[in-house]
């Protein structure tokens, strides 16, 4: 049920993203830097769906792919594959949630850390958290 809900959402983002006679504007992405016209109209017809979970997927692909302009390195579909069927979506998109009322730069901010963990894994930016925060020396 999930898979077709975020489905549907995902492809009427898609069909906004075939009308060119739109003014896109977006806060999340710089739709500026965005090479493809289908795909400045699908990211911000989707952060205006659906925003917390564009800042999910977002936060991800910045992480996945080392680099703030991500978006032309993926395409449409591999938003859609990711946001429908990822386990990583779901535990992102839950503690997104969860931590949603805490600041960013909060210690306990669960999604945050776990992106941040991400990020130094795969792109070697920003630093572990400390071992004692999970008890270990």
């Known amino acids: 049920m999930k898979k077709i ?15 060119k006679a739109v003014k896109f504007e977006s806060k999340l992405f710089d739709l500026n830097k965005v090479k493809s016209e289908e795909m400045r109209g699908f990211l911000a017809g ?13 936060d991800y692909y910045e992480a996945k792919t080392c680099n703030k302009e991500f978006y032309n390195e993926i395409t449409m ?15 992102l ?7 949603s009322d805490k ?5 306990d901010n ?23 925060r999970y008890g270990l020396k």
């Open 5 to 19: 809900i975020v489905g549907t959402l995902i492809s009427g983002c898609m069909l906004l993203a075939s009308d």
């Open 46 to 58: 989707f952060e205006n769906l659906l925003p917390s979970a564009a800042k999910v997927v977002k």
């Open 77 to 91: 579909y591999d938003v859609q594959e990711f946001a429908s069927s990822s386990p990583t979506y779901g535990v």
């Open 93 to 99: 998109i839950a503690l997104s949630t969860l931590n």
């Open 103 to 107: 600041k960013e730069d909060a210690r």
């Open 110 to 132: 669960g999604y945050n850390e776990l992106i941040n963990t991400y990020n130094f894994v795969n792109c070697g930016k920003g630093a572990l958290p400390s071992p004692e």
